[in-house]
């Protein structure tokens, strides 16, 4: 198994990407800490994970919180002995009302957005990473979006700025700690078929046309990330460090 003894902390794991990520990485031998605000989600994903005979240990709280990220943190260490994977995965599209255009966003919505999507991020590098660092080293998976690479005609201008934060961000950490042996990489999904993206494309005929818009034809699924970012919690990847890696389907090949 490709994550035989090793620890790793999820956020945004009671749905989506997250919960397939954390089940997949339960399969390949990991202790999951499963974090998330939602309780009911994430003690679901902690169940099939545990039902399936895997280790998995339930952190709930929000990621843009300080106090609930080093309590996740020491969470992970006192289950487990540390920690050597950490998965910055959640994310929203927006606060509760629609992401707009800069002219016409709220300032609510925006700060709601980058606190979630990239403070939440900084936060657990903040306290995971010296966690890593103790544990002989390790990887940071951040996942991003094809919006944070290239431009896009969606009304998502607080989104995308937060996925290109964490791009950016990504890129200095992993010159900054790359000699105490933490990898960090980025994951830019395309378009995945999630409990987020759902109310974006809610009749068929918008969901076929978003599909058709990737070259291989088809939505995402949350198992194409994980697949990806299995690779790069595993020593697999050991010598990868710094990448940005679109799984898109083709979209920013166009």
């Not at 945004?12 to 605000?37: C, H, I, M, P, T």
Request: with cysteine; net charge negative.
């Amino acid at each position: 198994m490709r994550l035989q003894n090793k620890t790793a902390l999820i956020t945004g794991a009671g749905s989506g990407q997250g919960r397939a990520a954390a089940k997949l990485f339960a399969k390949e031998g990991a202790n999951v800490v499963v974090f998330d605000v939602n309780a009911v989600g994430a003690e679901k994903t902690v169940n099939e994970i545990i039902g399936s005979g895997g280790n998995a240990q339930l952190v709930v709280g929000d990621v843009s919180h300080s106090e609930d990220v080093q309590s996740a943190v020491a969470a992970s260490i006192e289950a487990y002995g540390g920690l050597n994977v950490l998965y910055n995965n959640a994310a929203i599209w927006s606060a509760g009302k629609i992401d707009n255009y800069v002219t016409e966003l709220e300032e609510e919505n925006w700060d709601t957005v980058l606190s979630i999507n990239l403070k939440g991020a900084f936060l657990f590098c903040k306290y995971g990473i010296p966690a890593i660092i103790e544990a002989g080293g390790g990887s940071v998976i951040n996942i991003a979006s094809v919006a944070g690479m290239v431009g896009s005609r969606m009304r998502s201008h607080a989104y995308s700025a937060s996925k290109g934060g964490l791009i950016a961000l990504t890129k200095t950490m992993a010159i900054a700690y790359a000699k105490e042996g933490v990898r960090v990489n980025v994951i830019c999904p395309g378009g995945i078929d999630t409990p987020m993206l759902q109310p974006m494309i809610p009749t068929e005929e918008l969901y076929q046309r978003v599909a058709k818009s990737h070259p291989l034809g088809r939505m995402g699924v949350p198992e194409d990330i994980a697949k990806c970012a299995l690779f790069l919690a595993s020593d697999d990847s050991d010598w990868i460090t710094g990448v940005t890696l679109p799984v898109d389907g083709g979209v920013t090949a166009c």
